[in-house]
């Protein structure tokens, strides 16, 4: 029979990832909102512009403009909930050192990790931004000048986020720069505060590889699931050696939707 610190303990960590699942859920559906809001105006100017060779470099403005603000938006947005993500991974951490009683010795941890990973997931929403404007920009060229219609230029752009379509295409990709930035910095803050922890405790600390469980989880995480090392160790994950979930250390094919 558990005891009531274990009982505690596993009450407030579920607690914890029921808060991660859900601020990431709601992350992903405001990134797609704020896409879906470009697409809107995209299609409107599209509706409104004489359908013409002529008035190409108009369109095309236009979607530069949507994408771009689309791009702003969304990287105010992620910044903030990556140092939310920050904060659930500092907490994550400290359960168990206020279970120990040591979780008010141990510093706080640098926040320039959260700083870099901040820069790159600008990096990468600018990176999804300019190749959502070649992308739709090649489709409206191709369009008028093949003498398509609009309505058919339209649906191959995308007329809602779901249909096979260069919108659909870029939020997908949103989402996985979402979801993966979000729980590598949850992943890398526990490990950084667990690693100031052991230095102030002065007794090793261990941690495990807890797998998913989903259906689509790699196959080579599942076989490592409960794998336990030293908190300064890596992990053994696909033949990469990683220090937790999403390890920008590792490959993509390895640490991407890692969670």
């Known amino acids: ?47 409104s512009t004489e359908w013409d060779a002529y008035y190409l470099p108009k369109l095309k403005e236009a979607v530069e403009r949507a994408m771009i603000e689309f791009g702003e938006k969304y990287g105010v947005d992620l910044r903030t909930v990556l140092a939310d993500f920050w904060d659930l991974g500092i907490a994550r951490a400290n359960i168990p050192l206020e279970t120990l009683g040591v979780e008010t010795m141990v510093p706080s941890v640098n926040i320039k990790a959260l700083e870099i990973a901040q820069g790159y997931s600008s990096d990468l929403i600018g990176n999804l931004s300019r190749d959502a404007i070649k992308k739709i920009n ?13 309505f058919e230029v339209m649906k191959a752009i995308g007329k809602n986020l779901d249909d096979p379509s260069v919108f659909k295409s870029i939020a997908a990709r949103a989402e996985v720069i979402t979801r993966t930035e979000t729980g590598r910095i949850f992943e890398m803050a526990t490990q950084l505060r667990l690693e100031e922890a052991e230095k102030i405790i002065g007794k090793k600390i261990q941690k495990q590889w807890q797998s998913s469980g989903k259906p689509t989880g790699r196959p080579y995480h599942q076989a490592v699931d409960g794998q ?5 160790e890596p992990f053994e994950v696909g033949g990469e050696r990683l220090m937790y979930p999403g390890d920008p250390s590792g490959s993509a094919w390895n640490t991407i939707n890692c969670g």
Do not use: H, W, Y
């Not at 896409?35 to 100017?45: G, T, Y």
């Not at 336990?228 to 300064?232: K, L, M, V």
């Open 228 to 232: 336990i090392r030293d908190i300064d």
């Open 138 to 150: 090649e489709a409206l060229a191709d369009g008028i000048l093949g003498q398509k219609t609009p």
């Open 1 to 47: 029979m558990a005891s009531a610190r274990e009982s505690e303990f596993k009450k407030k960590m579920k607690a914890l990832m029921s808060e991660v699942d859900r601020l990431g859920d709601e992350s992903v559906k405001r990134s797609l909102t704020l896409l879906n809001a470009a697409r809107k105006e995209i299609a409107a100017q599209i509706a």
